[in-house]
């Protein structure tokens, strides 16, 4: 088990700007200079014990658009979070088409676009997140409009919301100009902040260029929802934190030690930091937390990998994202090195099958991944031993068919 340090500055910027009962050494770090040398293939047999594949109905009610930007696994239903205004609800088992969470339109439970999406396995509640927030059960009843408060004239609650309980709510912040008090803020149903977690690295506006830059995930944030509670963190900063219950407070719980790889927080062309590393995407179960991170040059297996942009258009590019486990119980974390070239995730071991990329985790600790039918044929090809079993699963998949759901459990 390796030992854990966390820069003494780093320890004065925590405690001044949110309390805590723990002490520097009690943080889970990774430490992104150290780490770059400890690349591992991991079998998906030390996380589960069974793979099953779910073909998603395909019928001209439920297609899948081209880009997915969520899909999540609860109350044996797959929710399906793509281009459209609302989320397509299958079987978890047999992949049968349900129903839709929300429509189209401008009126009552309708929406022009979909922001982001929240879905609450403990209270059954969907957040629906674009200009106006919807909120809706498990089995698509619209419960309501949910009003955000007003904070000061310099910043205002923006998307995601996510529902903390019955009475609490959690929305990211938006800033106008160059100094960023708060980062979240905790509100009621009457639209009464009652906590907020406090901004201690302020991303800095550009100002050479009229318009301001402002990139929502990176510097107003995102959640997720760990094997314990609500997360929170910023693409272009180093801590996560977790929702207090008891302090009604969001408290740092995990850190990531970028070194020399940590953003200038300056947007300006040409500021930023060349060899920038920064967190993208986090997933959490009892025991591990997989991490993933954009880098510029940093991956030692860059692969050819394509994109549908925000125009709609299909994007080539290198990709350089590397991702990671830590392992709570043991302190450890390493990068994972890509057991077929050209497929990150997790080297399947239980039936041949593609590498388990987790991009999703169900309250019950099921890792999640999906493909496109016909990427999921394309990466099958590049595969050395499928099983049987697997072979079987392929032959009955078209390239036209909706997404192909991985389960592992």
Known sequence: MKTIHIFFILFLILSSCTPSNKSESEFPTIDIEEELGNFQISKLSEFASSIRYVRLETHEDCLVTARIKGLYLEDNKIFVFDDEPYLKVFDAKTGEYLYNV???????????????????????????????IHQFDFNGSFLGKIECPPINDNERVTQPVVTIDEKCFAGTVMHYGED???MVVLFNGEQEIIGSLKCYDNPVQPTVISSKVWNQFDQGGSFYRGAEGIRYFRGYTDTIYAYNKEEVAFSPFFIIDYG????????????????LIKISRV??????????????NASPEPYEDEVIGLDDQLHKFLNHSIAGIFDKLEESF????????????LANDIDGGLPLFVRNVSSNNQLIDYYHADKFLEKVALLPNPDNSFTEIINSITEDDNPIVIIAE
């Not at 009126?107 to 997140?129: H, T």
């Not at 997933?283 to 510029?296: A, G, K, L």
């Not at 390493?334 to 990150?344: D, E, K, S, T």
């Open 180 to 182: 960023q008090r708060n």
């Open 334 to 345: 390493h990068f994972l090195r890509q057991p077929v070239p050209g497929i990150p995730g």
């Open 283 to 296: 997933q959490e179960n009892d025991r591990y937390i997989f991490v993933h991170f954009t880098t510029q």
């Open 102 to 132: 929300g429509a189209k339109g401008q009126g009552p439970r309708e929406l022009p676009f979909l922001f982001s999406v929240d879905l609450n396995p403990y209270e059954k509640k969907i957040m629906l997140c674009a200009r106006n």
């Open 260 to 275: 020399k790889y940590k953003s200038t927080l300056k947007f300006n062309p040409g500021e930023e930091n060349p060899n």
